[in-house]
């Protein structure tokens, strides 16, 4: 293997480190929010106590409503529809949760319709965690190109602002294992003129 094809190895593995750590991420945060809220029941009912003395409950009931609606909709939607449906069905549900941005901060992972210009293959629908940005673009790791690398070289992908089609949505890293199993990957291929 060549010192190029030896970095795009290294890119791939990598990216699945990262899944696997939001993924682990993702499963430790349910347990510490379901454990939490079970010794704060428990308390309150040892003590005899009323919940407004734990407001600590009440967050960690959001931040698990938080979490379920994406798991949710990742467990319950339907089969055999086209990635823009699934689309728009997540981009609602993260509208509800108040994850609608005109920009976005580097290092935070969004959702956002693109159209690709340039001669290759591009994703409809990306899941970026955004690592720069300069200018007229941005760059940042798609996460749906792990389940295709015959299409790309590398899941590092750059992206021209002005043909970023919707809004940014952003998904929180104990998320992303529940947004990526909603199918909203569109590889789309744009030829040579």
Do not use: C
């Amino acid at each position: 293997m060549g010192i190029l094809s030896n970095i795009v190895a290294n890119a791939w593995k990598a990216i699945g480190k990262i899944l696997k750590f939001f993924g682990r991420l993702s499963d430790a945060k349910r347990r510490f929010l379901d454990d939490r809220e079970q010794r704060i029941l428990s308390d309150m009912e040892r003590g005899n106590l009323p919940p407004e003395r734990f407001p600590e409950l009440e967050r960690i009931r959001e931040e698990t409503q938080r979490i379920n609606k994406l798991k949710e909709l990742s467990e319950n939607i339907p089969k055999n529809y086209n990635p823009n449906y699934y689309f728009k069905a997540l981009i609602t549900v993260l509208s509800t949760m108040n994850r609608v941005a005109d920009s976005f901060e580097l290092n935070q992972i969004y959702t956002f319709k693109y159209i690709g210009k340039t001669p290759e293959w591009y994703d409809l629908n990306p899941v970026v965690l955004v690592t720069s940005a300069s200018g007229l673009y941005f760059e940042g790791v798609n996460f749906h190109w792990k389940d295709a690398p015959s299409y790309v070289e590398s899941p590092f992908r750059k992206y021209k602002f002005e043909r970023v089609q919707t809004k940014f949505y952003k998904i929180m890293p104990d998320e992303l294992d529940y947004v990526l199993k909603i199918p909203t990957f569109y590889p789309q291929k744009v030829h040579k003129q």
